[in-house]
């Protein structure tokens, strides 16, 4: 019996041993990693590239970088020449009709109701072209000579109200590149008077001006590109409503003769 207690303590020792050696190596291994996770992690951090800068960071940025002299003046010709722009632009767009379709009603009205029919449908109409209608009918009693006189000179007052600050525009497309190039020569300056005070050409001395310089002139050259798209968008607007009102006001004479014949 003794024998038999001692041969199954004997078992239980040894099956115990088995599961602790097994068990160890497992632990080790397992120690072992969370040592190493740290280490990997760092390396692989460091291993990855740095994430780039977004495109808004980049120009922001730069134009700091740039120096608040001449960058907020480059700005501010940009701030301006937007606003006008977009002014420009919606006063255009409410300006222009459909002037085939104008046309159209006008002769139905000056066939169907006389000259105070047809001036009505003006009234109603928006834009340059019904205003150019409205005031030739309004002469039309007088004589034909004289609706033509008053299309063309009130064709004159309308191409001034669309072609109004458009100057100003033209004006800070030419002054943002001007101001960059200003810019760019005072910074060059600057680099050469650290030259001459250090006694020695050194590329830090010199770096930091001619950076600030090529930058004014990028922003600057920047400005007047975006400007220069819209004031060429503006340009086709007032050429194309101009040739729809040039079209309106032979249109308009035309409709007076046949409508004094008939009378």
């Known amino acids: ?4 207690f001692s041969i199954l303590a004997i078992a239980t020792v040894m099956a115990f041993g088995n599961m602790q050696a097994a068990t160890a190596p497992a632990q080790l291994t397992a120690n072992v990693q969370l040592l190493i996770a740290p280490i990997t992690t760092t390396i692989q951090a460091e291993e990855e590239p740095a994430a780039e800068e977004s495109f808004h960071q980049n120009l922001k940025k730069r134009f700091i970088e740039g120096g608040p002299s001449f960058m907020g003046i480059v700005l501010l010709c940009l701030i301006l020449g937007l606003a006008i722009a977009i002014e420009r632009i919606i006063f255009l767009n409410l300006s222009t009709t459909n002037s085939k379709k104008l046309q159209q009603n006008v002769e139905d009205a ?3 109701g006389g000259v105070e029919a047809a001036k009505e449908v003006c009234r109603n109409t928006k834009g340059p072209v019904a ?13 034909i000579d004289a609706a033509e006189k008053a299309v ?7 191409m001034g109200q669309l072609e109004k600050n ?3 525009v033209s004006l800070f497309i030419a002054l943002a590149p001007m101001l ?4 760019t020569v005072i910074g060059m300056i600057d680099a050469f008077d650290k030259i001459e005070a250090a006694g020695d050409m050194q590329p830090s001395l010199v770096a930091g001006g001619i950076k600030v ?3 004014t002139t990028v922003f600057g050259l920047i400005v007047a590109i975006i400007l220069q798209v819209f004031y060429n968008y503006i340009i086709a607007k007032i050429d194309s409503i101009v ?3 040039e079209d309106a006001s032979i249109t308009l004479i035309d409709m007076l003769v046949a409508y004094k014949n008939k009378k």
């Open 110 to 112: 000056l066939n169907s």
């Open 180 to 183: 960059g190039f200003m810019g």
């Open 166 to 168: 458009v100057s100003w």
């Open 131 to 143: 205003s150019i209608y409205y005031q030739g009918l309004d002469r039309a009693d007088e004589s």
């Open 243 to 245: 040739n729809d009102m």
């Open 1 to 4: 019996m003794k024998r038999l």
């Open 152 to 158: 063309v000179a009130y064709g004159g007052v309308q």
């Open 213 to 215: 310089a090529l930058l």
